[in-house]
């Protein structure tokens, strides 16, 4: 299962990686306007230092619009293309610069915007490192190539190695050792040059960080965390108490063996707190897993203890309609034992085969339109057993999403009893029909509901002997007699009051009995 990503984390990372882009785009105006206006700071930072060359802050500006395009995920064609044509002309400029140093040539294109006194004639004035050129074309390739997703091991394999080599001429500067950025005789990386590039590094890894290598960084989980935790006190720790003890020892604070003591020292102990409060957080993290196993298993066993003692069949398909679950009652419905059908469509083993075909190119509707016009409903069907007999079964479809794909458990019942019930319900009815209608004598259906309304309240209130009541409130039987409700009358009935049709002695008692009837 792929791991969760941090959606803040990754919107945190991709902020960054506008950042890193505006950054380089800021050094690159400012070692141009260094040239322009000749500010030495702009162009070396601090005297002494190599320069940046003009070509090499154009190539960064260039590369850093690219960067802050492409990492935007502009849909626009037009800024798609000017994102590819910055990089392109960086990636041009660099490599017309490494072919200057392979064919030892001057194309004329590095003093071209600005002339470059600060060397001499014969050390290729104006003309960036051979390694800064070299960076240069592999970080302008992967700009070019960052908005496509099946090259993320390209970007973040050059992105990384151009970080390395941005690293190594840092720690050179702020080591004071030379021969970390003086990569070539007379070629020597600019303090800026390096951290420009390390800004760019930064900004490509930072723009897809749910791709490859960064996908772990960006990741809920536990490995996720610790990478988080480790790898900054991994990198810059060291780098760090390294710089300060030097520095210590170079003012004559102690020699190199107690810096090397001193170093190893606190590398061990920074370490082992770092193992220390990593290994709380796996244990926490593991006790959690436990519980949720614990938790997980409890309900697992729930499950099963209501799928297997359920009355009802319950079968579950997965998106290809093979089953899944096929509880004791299914097997007993339908004739198959469990381990026979799992995995095998289901269309083949209870469907009739008149109603296959409808079944999946219902299935396939629901996965096209996200429509199912039964899933839900209670629905009345023709099944078939292992024996191939067909019977008539309710059932009930209900579709549980389970991560990208969906299942559909159905709940079935015989209904067999159930029909032949209804079945001799109705044969009962239509005797009874036939024998009400041509009984030789009248027959009436009445309705004493009310009636029997008003005897509960009369109990209600203490009446227990009606005969009594009924001899001294007349009334109440002539009311009583209002409110029963004749339903129907047979043939008989009809031709017994005269009556041309049912609906005229439907309905109250009124219609029939006179008054002075009541009144006895």
Known sequence: MPPHLNSPLLSAYRRTSHAAGGIVIGIAVLVMAGWLFDISVFKTILPGLATMKANTALAFGLIGISLLLASSNHENLWVRIVSNACAAFAILIAVLTLSEYVFRIDLGIDQLLFKDTSI?????????AAVTALNLSLLGFTTLILNRQQYWWPVQAFGIGTLLVSVVALIGYAYGV???????????????????????CV???????????????????????????????AVVFPFVLGWLLLT?????????????????????IVFAVLIWWNAGLLQNADVVRQQTQLQL???????????YTSLDAVITIDHEGRVLEFNPAAQK??????????????????IPFSLREQHRKGLAKYFATGEGPILGKRIELTGMRADRSEFPLELTITPIGMGEQTIFTGFLRDITERKRAEDALRESETRYRSMFESAAVSIWEE?????????????????????KYFSEHPEFVRNAITVVKVLDVNE????????????ELMGSLNKIFLPETQAA
Do not use: N
């Open 447 to 467: 309705d004493f509901t009310e009636v029997q309304a008003t005897l509960d309240d009369l109990k209600a209130k203490g009446v227990t002997e009606f005969h």
């Open 333 to 350: 419905t339908f004739g198959y034992e469990r381990a026979e059908v799992l995995g095998r469509e289901m269309s083949e083993l209870i």
């Open 248 to 268: 210590g020892e170079r003012m004559g604070l102690y020699d190199s063996t107690f810096r090397l003591v001193l170093f190893t020292m606190s590398t061990v």
């Open 178 to 200: 030379p021969s970390l950025y003086d990569f070539f005789p007379h070629s020597s990386v600019a303090i800026h040059t390096a951290f420009a590039f390390f800004m760019l």
């Open 203 to 233: 900004g490509i890894l930072f723009a897809r960080p749910e791709e490859g290598l960064m996908k772990i960084f960006s990741s809920d989980s536990i490995a996720g965390v610790m990478a988080r935790r480790l790898m900054p006190a």
């Open 297 to 307: 298993s409890e309900s697992k066993e729930r499950e099963a203890a209501i799928l």
């Open 492 to 503: 008989q009935s009809l031709k017994l009051f005269g009556a041309a049709s049912k609906h």
């Open 120 to 128: 001499p004639e014969t050390l290729y004035p104006g003309r960036m």
